[in-house]
């Protein structure tokens, strides 16, 4: 089938650059989490918040780029397959139609779904890029976890040797600040129980 070799050229490009994105994104993480840290350390808050959750935000996209590049992979495999045992069919060769914009694209939802296209065209679809979809579609939310800003806020902290005196809302009781106080009061409760032993 002609073409289809340059087609199957840019597909492994377009894996190779998901996985560069994802590493942009790790770098942009931890560029975030110094800024958390220097906040913290300057005592605002709310500053510490918003750069907690780009953090969050940078570390969820390079999982996301990382998938999608292991997805875009496993989809070069199978079409090199075909190629190589000269079984491309007309409908494989149809979704290629303004495949290369698209991969050139670098947006998550418009390669999943080309993705959904070729992996179509398979007639077995294996369990891990079904698990891949799922993961995909659950990790694309924009929202961030607050939970997860406020132990990475904590984390930083403890980094910068500080004490993160957050105001939390009420009833989340069950936070890593607590969970800190309770270890260090039994521990002082196991010395003061040696100490009587002793005397």
């Known amino acids: 089938m002609p073409n289809m070799e340059q087609h199957l050229f840019n597909l492994k490009f377009a894996a190779k650059e998901l996985q560069r994105n994802s590493k942009k994104c790790d770098k942009e993480e931890k560029v ?3 800024k958390v840290k220097k906040a913290i350390q300057k005592g605002n808050m709310e500053v510490a918040r918003i750069h907690a ?18 997805r875009v992979d496993a989809v070069a495999a199978r079409v090199q397959t075909a190629v190589t045992m000269n079984k491309v069919t007309k409908s494989m060769a149809g979704v290629v139609k303004g ?6 694209s670098m ?4 390669i999943s779904s080309l993705m ?4 179509h065209q398979f007639e077995t679809l294996d369990v891990q890029t079904q698990q891949m979809e799922d993961s995909m579609s659950s990790t694309t939310t924009l929202t961030t976890p607050q939970n997860q800003v406020d132990t990475l806020m904590q984390e930083m902290a403890d980094e910068a040797g500080l004490d993160l005196n957050m105001e ?32």
């Open 32 to 34: 975030e989490k110094a």
């Open 53 to 70: 959750e780009n953090a969050i935000r940078q570390k969820n996209q390079s999982v996301n780029f990382l998938r999608m590049s292991a």
């Open 116 to 119: 959904d296209k070729f992996e």
């Open 107 to 110: 947006n998550l939802e418009k």
């Open 168 to 199: 939390l809302p009420q009833g989340q009781t069950g936070t890593v600040a607590s969970s800190v106080a309770s270890t260090e009061q039994d521990e002082l409760s196991q010395r003061l129980a040696k100490l009587r032993d002793q005397v």
């Open 99 to 104: 495949m290369d914009a698209t991969l050139k």
